[in-house]
């Protein structure tokens, strides 16, 4: 019995398109005529030659749409919340299922290179023992929440502020991609463990 050689997936973070809520000082509102608020938030985009662009968002003109979906949208206030949780039924459901899937492929391999003769892992990064393999698997699980929570959190936004979707190819990935991907590579590990 072998294991097949898997190469493992990195889940890819938002990119192409990201939003952030600016500590630095913001400029004098009044002066350009406008006044963020929860209710109507400012978006700030920075283009060429460090000129920016401040606009109620979800008013964006025909120009400005085309920066929202390339370009890092600024979200101003500093306090602007989403309006529903980021953290749900469904990406815990996610979670939960990545974490059984990488507890399947560590164990069956586990077993195998115990009670099986020649049986090897054949992807170097997970090594032979236990904690070598949940260490590299859990690793590659942080990285995995961290992005689908922040690829949730820009769908969301872009839902609420009227916020122009990316148009760059990773940022048209659902937020649940990282999940699938990282479920998918596990249970084909598990798969793969088979008799000769």
């Known amino acids: 019995m072998k294991r097949l050689l898997v190469f493992l997936l990195l889940p890819i973070p938002t990119m192409g398109q990201s939003y952030k809520f600016p500590n630095p000082k913001a400029p004098q509102w009044e002066e350009i005529g406008l006044k963020p608020s929860q209710a109507h938030p400012v978006c700030d985009i920075k283009i060429q030659g460090g000129y920016h662009q401040y606009y109620y968002c979800g008013h964006a003109n025909e120009e400005q749409r085309k920066w929202e979906g390339s370009h890092t949208v600024w979200i101003f206030p500093n306090t602007y919340k989403l309006n529903k949780p980021v ?3 469904r990406l815990i459901a996610f979670l939960a299922t990545s974490a059984g899937a990488i507890v399947l492929d560590e164990e ?8 099986v003769p020649n049986a090897y892992e054949t992807n170097p990064l997970m090594g032979r023992t236990r904690s070598q393999g949940y ?3 859990f690793s590659l699980f942080a990285f995995q929440l961290y992005a689908m929570h922040a690829r949730k959190k820009a769908v969301m936004l872009n839902e609420q502020t009227g916020i122009a979707k990316s148009t760059g190819i990773i940022g048209k990935l659902p937020w649940w991609t990282p999940g699938v991907a990282n479920i998918g590579v596990h249970l ?3 798969a793969s463990t088979i008799r000769k």
């Open 108 to 115: 069956r391999t586990q077993w195998a290179l115990k009670h």
């Open 188 to 190: 084909a590990g598990a």
């Open 135 to 137: 260490g590299v698997s």
């Open 87 to 89: 953290v749900d039924w």
